[in-house]
């Protein structure tokens, strides 16, 4: 399996060889990294490794992480001197938008492809592949970026777009969607150059250009429109319909054999066969008039005069209510959505936000039915609402001026099947979306059973001498998350001398990082916009810090420090304060909430139309933007939320718990496999490995094993791990976990990845996990430990 083993080579050596790296480049040593180390380390590009067995020992590293990176730079690393301010900002000089207070350093990876933003650019977006390459520095602005239904690929000759549905393969391990150009956008003559030119959270412009020619053509893409639409200012339109293999076999009912035609229409309907002699039917929408010439042997379709103005397309799907979904394809195809506004806000224990869409008319002469058509996701669909008319405090509104109270028609299923289950057609420019807010804080809603705490208070004792060792954000992050985790058990057990001597160890810790005195300090790249490790941001090699300075899994590193800085706010608030600017920039790097900071993205994760994170940064992936590990991002918004509450900031409490509720969600919709999102037969896994943009697999980035699928997607415990882990659904899920690794006695579960079964299992059976625990384990993983699994255990609820 050497074409798929080096990641898990490096499982056992990495941290080693990190530590190893780590000291030298503290010492001040010169490194030159040659290409040769990086050969020996790379592995298959862009697939998740498919290898059963594990390396034996080390903690468990749930990261997206980029395998076989062409060497970025083999010039020496130099770091930058350190910030040596002995008295870090206070917290009177915070502000929402102000200049992060950490050493800059530039990305050695740079976006491409994009207008002059002025300021941050997004790094994990639906459409970042837009700007960047993949991870040998190739096909730069080539990747996949799903639009739903709809992926596309921008190359400089034109707008490629698959209906990947049509290419639909899966078994119980894999479901996937393959890229085809099923649809091709380009122009006479073909462009030579585009470019991110304009983006919101839910659309981006590209614009396509030909050097020495006046003409443009923008792509409008918007998540979730059932049309592909299309701007073209003084070019001629070209369109080529059937991909590689396929044909056009009719337009407008004329079948079309040799020869080119010409037709005059404003609506063409055309029946191309593509592989698999499946038959597409695409429905081309111009304004008004125009005549096209069809050429059948190469499937082009080419305007005969140049033109300004929209085109839209829409591929007539053959699902549920085709022909209802029909009526409406043809009825709305006038209005475009072109922007997107986002309202935040809560009141209570809800939270609501809304998306409202600005349009414009394809035809402006247009006074029929104006209404907008949007696509939604099953989760979408099942937190749809009305907001409560009162006392709402906003978090977010990315653009005031607009009044969004409008309502919208929820019209069902219909038409398109995705990966993320089938669309439901809605009619309206607003949507509504309503979330149950959390109010589990720092504890468990329920004390800890009597009859456990004097075995608990023993655990204590001995864990709480455990000193972090890591230096690089993710492992330390576990690390100290886990002592905060006893701090917490400490105080519930009214241990105080305990509690306060770990609370003061934390603030130790701490300290470095937030003060820039460790080795990995935080530095800001001024490149992306974004808080990076000054280790990881020199992308030496693709490993290093888990591609930290490549934008990977923030959300998962920051998450267990903002988790830990909230445990040493709730009883000592004078240190967070004193350091609230560093807190505060490293938590805006992963939960920004102000659209108008210049120096972070928008929530840097979070997809707003997805409805949970994407992990994976900058560089391209097969299968689209991805996430693994759904439950880590649940903990970095867990600890957004407690961070904002002891930081007094109530923006950033609620956005963090917003955010937290939509991750959850999204958890129990497309995690927590069931066969209405995935059909019988992959929900059988009751767990994804990956959801990534066209590709769910049952793997992880370290092996296609079963108790990593699962317990990657539950770790670590804590308080809030009882909001997405129901009952009803572990009874279904212990089973395959079980059955698969529990019971296992050829090659059996690790023990780290016990612990985590172990916990699972107490769900529905806290008796049975108890003995487990407490008779079977000795070592935990770096994220856990004994006494927070008899602390989780020991807080179930009795029946
Ligand atoms: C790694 O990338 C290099 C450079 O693009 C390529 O030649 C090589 O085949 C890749 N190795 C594997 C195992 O994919
Ligand atoms: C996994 O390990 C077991 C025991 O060491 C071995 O028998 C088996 O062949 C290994 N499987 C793979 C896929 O390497
Ligand atoms: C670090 O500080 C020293 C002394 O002030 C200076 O000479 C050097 O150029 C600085 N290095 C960097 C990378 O800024
Ligand atoms: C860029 O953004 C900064 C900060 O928001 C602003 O002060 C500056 O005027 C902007 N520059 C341009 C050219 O828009
Ligand atoms: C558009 O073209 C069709 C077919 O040539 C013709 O019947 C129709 O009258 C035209 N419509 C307009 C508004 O010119
Ligand atoms: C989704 O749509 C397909 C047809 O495209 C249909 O066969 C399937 O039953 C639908 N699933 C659900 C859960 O509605
Ligand atoms: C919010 O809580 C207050 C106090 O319990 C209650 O009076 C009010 O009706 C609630 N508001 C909403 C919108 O539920
Ligand atoms: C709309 O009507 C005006 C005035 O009749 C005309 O000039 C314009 O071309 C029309 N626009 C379209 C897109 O048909
Ligand atoms: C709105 O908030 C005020 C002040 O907190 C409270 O008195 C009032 O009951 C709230 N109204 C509603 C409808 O929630
Ligand atoms: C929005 O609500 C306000 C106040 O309730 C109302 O006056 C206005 O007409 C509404 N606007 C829309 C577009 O529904």
Redesign the pocket.
């Known amino acids: 399996m050497s ?1 798929t083993t ?1 990641l898990l080579a490096h499982t056992s050596e990495r941290p080693g060889s990190n530590r190893m790296l780590l000291a030298k480049i503290a010492a001040g040593t010169l490194l030159v990294v040659s290409a040769i180390v990086l ?1 020996a380390l ?4 862009d697939t998740p490794l498919v290898h059963a067995n594990q390396s034996s020992s080390g903690p468990i590293f749930p990261s997206t992480t980029v ?2 990176v ?1 060497l970025v730079s083999t010039a020496a690393i130099v770091l930058p001197n350190q910030t040596s301010d002995p008295n870090p900002p206070i917290a009177e000089w915070v502000s929402e938008t102000m200049e992060p207070p950490f050493t800059s350093m530039t990305n050695l990876i740079l976006p491409k492809l994009h207008a002059d933003f002025n300021r941050s650019i997004p790094t994990n977006a639906w459409w970042t592949n837009f700007m960047i390459a993949d ?2 520095g ?1 096909h730069l602005g080539e990747g996949q970026v799903t639009v739903t239904p709809y992926t596309v690929i921008s190359l400089n000759s034109g707008l490629q777009v698959s209906y990947g549905d049509d290419r639909r393969v899966g078994d119980n391990a894999i479901i996937q969607e393959y890229f085809a150009d099923d649809l091709v956008f380009s122009s006479n003559p073909p462009p030579n150059t585009r470019q991110v030119v304009w983006f919101d959270q839910l659309n981006v412009k590209l614009e396509f250009k030909r050097n020495n020619h006046h003409g443009t053509f923008n792509a409008l893409l918007s998540r979730g429109s059932p049309y592909i639409s299309v701007k073209y200012k003084g070019m001629v339109p070209k369109l080529s319909l059937g991909g590689n293999v396929g044909a056009i076999t009719s337009v407008n009912d004329i079948q079309i054999k040799t020869g080119t035609i010409s037709l005059t229409a404003s609506e063409f309907h055309f029946h191309t066969r593509i592989e698999r002699n499946i038959v597409q039917e695409w429905i081309v929408f111009f304004p008004n008039n125009v005549t096209l010439a069809i050429d059948p042997h190469t499937a082009t379709v080419t305007g005969v005069d140049t033109f300004y103005g929209i085109v839209r397309a829409a591929l007539l799907p053959q699902g549920q209510q085709k022909d209802t979904f029909k009526a409406l394809l043809l009825r709305l195809a006038n209005t475009v959505p072109v922007a997107t506004d986002i309202e935040m806000a809560t009141v209570n224990n809800t939270g609501v936000m809304k998306f409202s869409w600005r349009n414009k008319l394809m035809n402006p002469n247009n006074t029929g039915d104006n209404d907008l058509l949007m696509l939604a996701f099953p989760h979408h669909v099942d937190a749809f609402g009305e907001a409560p008319l009162a006392n709402l405090s906003t978090i977010l509104d990315s653009r005031p001026d607009i009044e969004s109270n409008g309502s919208f028609k929820i019209l069902g299923k219909m038409g398109h099947r995705t990966l993320k289950g089938n669309l439901t057609a809605v009619v309206g420019s607003t949507w509504t979306i309503v979330e149950p807010l959390t109010t589990v804080r720092f504890s468990a809603p329920r004390p800890i059973d009597p009859s456990k705490r004097k075995d608990i208070a023993n655990s204590l004792v001995r864990d709480a001498s455990y000193v972090p060792g890591a230096k690089d954000p993710y492992f330390f992050g576990k690390e100290i998350a886990r002592q905060a985790r006893l701090a917490l058990i400490a105080n519930k057990l009214g241990n105080f001398a305990v509690r306060d001597s770990l609370v003061a160890k934390l603030q130790g810790w701490l300290l470095p990082w937030l003060t820039g005195k460790n080795g990995d300090f935080f530095v800001y790249d001024t490149v992306w916009g974004g808080v990076c490790s000054s280790i990881g941001i020199q992308g030496m090699f693709y490993m290093t810090d888990f591609g930290n300075g490549w934008y990977n899994d923030h959300h998962f590193h920051y998450g267990y420090i903002f988790y830990t800085a909230a445990v040493v706010g709730k009883f000592r608030p004078e240190f967070i304060q004193k350091h609230k600017a560093a807190l505060f920039t490293i938590v805006r790097d992963v939960a920004n909430y102000n659209p108008n900071d210049h120096y972070f993205p928008l929530a840097r994760h979070f997809s707003w139309f997805d409805g949970h994170s994407f992990a994976s940064g900058v560089y391209v992936l097969d299968g689209g933007k991805s996430q693994e590990s759904v439950s880590e991002a649940i903990n970095s918004y867990y600890g957004v939320y407690l961070l904002g509450r002891v930081l007094e900031m109530p923006k950033l409490e609620q956005f963090g718990r917003m955010l937290l509720a939509m991750e959850m969600r999204a958890a129990q919709t497309y995690w927590q496999t069931k066969p209405d999102i995935y059909g019988e037969l992959y929900a059988k896994n009751e767990m994804t490995g990956m959801v990534g943009q066209t590709k769910v697999t049952y793997a992880t980035w370290f092996g296609p094993v079963i108790e990593h699928m699962h317990l990657i997607n539950v770790i670590p415990f804590t308080p809030i791990t009882e909001e997405f882990l129901s009952k009803e659904y572990i009874e279904k899920e212990y089973k395959v976990l079980y059955d698969g690794a529990v019971s296992r006695t050829v090659n059996p579960m690790e023990e780290i990845w016990r612990g985590y079964a172990f916990l699972d299992h107490a769900i529905i059976d806290p008796k049975a996990a108890w003995t487990e625990v407490q008779t079977q384990l000795k070592h935990f993983d770096d994220g856990n430990s004994r006494t927070n699994s008899l602390w989780w255990i020991a807080t179930r609820p009795q029946d």
């Open positions: 074409e080096p050969v790379s592995g298959k590009p395998p076989n062409t991870s040998h190739q």
